[in-house]
């Protein structure tokens, strides 16, 4: 059996002017020297610190904490704020695993016990808890630098990261910052260059749906006329769209079978007289002005749940049976010959 070689971890050493840019730092300090009255070369030392990221000491201490993974190393909190959230919220709570303090990839609960963040974590299981080069926002922080993100105030340090996540998802390697501009100037569809800054995902969810209603609806009386203004707006739903593959897998068949049918019920089952309006995110029916989108999307999920109840033979036979009688009749001996027959009839006797 091959083992593998260790990774040693790295220890990087950066300063507020690696990662901002000295320019930047250099107009920070002297704004800062207006506003405190601080010695202008106290400031730039604070600026060009160089920060170690993985100090040994930080290695060889969380090292050192393995051992006492799941062990009670402490007495811990035995009575703790009982906090005032909602009766599922608090059934899902573990105060027992609730934090006291925590170091690297090692977190002791209120229980004293020491947990290995094995999970989530946010953003600590990448970087760890008290990772050592928060000490660079510590420095920010000295130098007053602001964490300001509305759209029309965003900081250069913002603008700078929006610009190294267009490098990224774009594959422009660092340093070449002649192609980065040219994305960044670029007009053309299907072109990852723009970042709409949101600090949480609720605020990042309105916005995009703003985003889609100014296409259809002027959000003020000063805005531009929309692109699709008249339009129906039609949001899929990603729900729906996982129930469908869950259908599809319960039922053994593709997921085109059971969209194409589940779509076709919906259809047959609107009242006569609507007027449709679609296009390739979806359809709509309209009458006199009102939407039925809800209806609609109701009637879609609920379709998809009989299907899987029934089973989807059944939920065929049942929902097609008088297609199936009407196209049957056709061929009734009784039945007087369609257009198209009693066209192939003159045929043959010529």
């Known amino acids: 059996m091959s083992i593998e070689p260790r990774t040693l971890m790295s220890n990087p050493a950066l300063s507020l002017a690696d990662l901002a840019?000295?320019?930047?730092?250099?107009?920070?300090?002297?704004?800062?020297?207006?506003?405190?009255?601080?010695?202008?070369?106290?400031?730039?030392?604070?600026?060009t610190e160089k920060v170690e990221l993985a100090p040994a000491w930080y290695r060889r201490r969380i090292d050192d904490l393995l051992p006492h993974i799941g062990r009670k190393v402490c007495d811990g909190l035995p009575r703790s704020a009982l906090g005032a959230g909602t009766a599922a919220f608090n059934q899902a709570t573990d105060t027992r695993a609730a934090p006291l303090s925590a170091?690297?990839?090692?977190?002791?609960?209120?229980?004293?016990?020491?947990?290995?963040i094995a999970k989530s974590e946010h953003y600590h299981a990448s970087l760890g808890h008290g990772f050592p080069g928060y000490k660079l926002l510590d420095n920010a922080r000295r130098l007053g630098i602001d964490n300001p993100t509305h759209n029309n105030t965003r900081g250069h340090i913002t603008r700078l990261l929006e610009?190294?996540?267009?490098?990224?998802?774009?594959?422009?390697?660092?340093?070449?910052?002649?192609?980065?501009?040219?994305?960044?100037?670029?007009?053309?569809?299907?072109?990852?260059?723009?970042?709409?800054?949101?600090?949480?995902?609720?605020?990042?969810?309105?916005?995009?749906?703003?985003?889609?209603?100014?296409?259809?609806?002027?959000?003020?009386?000063?805005s531009p006329e929309p692109p699709y203004q008249g339009r129906i707006p039609v949001l899929?739903?990603?729900?729906e769209a996982e129930r469908r593959v869950e259908t599809a897998r319960h039922e053994q068949r593709s997921v085109f079978e059971v969209g194409g049918l589940v779509a076709l019920a919906t259809l047959t089952a609107l009242p006569r007289g609507f007027l449709w309006a679609g296009r390739s995110a979806g359809v709509a029916a309209?009458?006199?002005?009102?939407?039925?989108?809800?209806?609609?999307?109701?009637?879609?999920?609920?379709?998809l749940e009989e299907?899987?109840?029934?089973?989807?033979?059944?939920?065929?036979?049942?929902?097609?049976?008088?297609?199936?009688?009407?196209?049957?009749?056709?061929?009734s001996p009784e039945r007087k010959g369609s257009w198209t027959q009693r066209l192939l009839n003159q045929a043959r006797r010529r």
């Not at 840019?21 to 600026?47: F, K, N, S, T």
């Not at 109840?309 to 056709?330: C, E, K, N, S, V």
């Open 21 to 47: 840019g000295p320019d930047y730092v250099q107009a920070v300090c002297h704004a800062r020297a207006l506003l405190e009255g601080a010695p202008l070369d106290a400031l730039q030392a604070i600026a």
């Open 103 to 116: 170091l690297g990839f090692v977190r002791i609960g209120e229980d004293g016990r020491a947990y290995l």
């Open 163 to 222: 610009q190294e996540l267009v490098r990224a998802a774009n594959g422009i390697a660092p340093g070449d910052e002649v192609r980065l501009s040219e994305v960044l100037a670029s007009t053309g569809p299907h072109v990852l260059n723009r970042v709409i800054n949101l600090e949480t995902g609720s605020l990042a969810a309105e916005a995009a749906l703003k985003m889609v209603l100014a296409r259809f609806f002027r959000l003020e009386e000063t």
């Open 236 to 239: 899929p739903s990603v729900r």
């Open 286 to 303: 309209r009458r006199t002005g009102d939407v039925f989108v809800e209806t609609i999307l109701e009637h879609y999920a609920g379709t």
């Open 307 to 331: 299907i899987r109840r029934q089973g989807l033979p059944r939920w065929w036979l049942g929902q097609f049976r008088p297609y199936l009688a009407a196209a049957a009749g056709h061929f």
